[in-house]
């Protein structure tokens, strides 16, 4: 068995969640502010077994993976025209920083 | 030292935090959502000595083993009478999901 | 890389936290109650590579370190006169609680 930690974006989160209960993985959901990332954050607790920490780490990349994002131009409130940019622009959004930690005994009761 | 995560639901949490520091485990507790349990659950991070982790993992098997119990029936609200059952029902709750972690250094300042 | 958790109070939270952004130590915080400590607190989470775990330690000891502090007498609300205390008072404030893990893999997507 491993526990695997992993921090995603908070616009990541249900969708991984969703993807790790698909995917059989139990995970519990710990609230967490900033950090390892710029917006907001949710880290996963994950229980798996050894041979399964690959396809754990798939499952995470494929749903979290950092990537740009196209976002339209938000028209300027109360002046400040001089920073207005009328185009969208790519911001980069997502990412996921991950643990996995070796453990020495597991217990479910 | 050992660190012990232990995922337990949130109508054991109370009980066992009294029964930890009663048996003087030194514990910090996480705010933590779905997962692990269907209910409510709440992340103890316990840090302890070696050969007090057998203890540890009786005095979190006493106080969260999963368990059935009985629930009264609840009469139905504005229809759907078919679902209705007008006796006691079994259901099963508690239950924890417990890492032990091995630590290689541990401080307190 | 390790992975450290270290518990500290919510009243050395925010400097904590500025001073490992100054040293570009990576971090997440969890939201935390009670525990290892007497007043609130929070836990912090970071990843480190292994030579540079004797300055994290540093830097959290720097910020964190339990000490005494004087706390202006309260005036006593409602009677109770008896344990007014009319002059400043040593209380001790701050320390921390630390766990360095071993990590058997570490991602960024
Ligand atoms: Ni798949
Ligand atoms: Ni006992
Ligand atoms: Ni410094």
Known sequence: M???MAVVQD??????MNALVDHNFRTTKLATTGGFLKAGNTTFMIGTEDH???????????????????V???SPMGGNADSYVPYPVEVEVGG?????????????F
Do not use: G, Y
């Open 11 to 16: 616009k990541d989160s249900n969708r991984l």
């Open 72 to 74: 339209a131009p938000v």
């Open 96 to 108: 996921a920083t991950i643990f996995v930690l070796p453990i020495e005994q597991f217990h479910h």
């Open 2 to 4: 491993k526990l695997v």
């Open 52 to 70: 399964r920490v690959d396809k754990l780490l798939s499952v995470i990349k494929e749903n979290c993976q950092s990537r740009d994002q196209m």
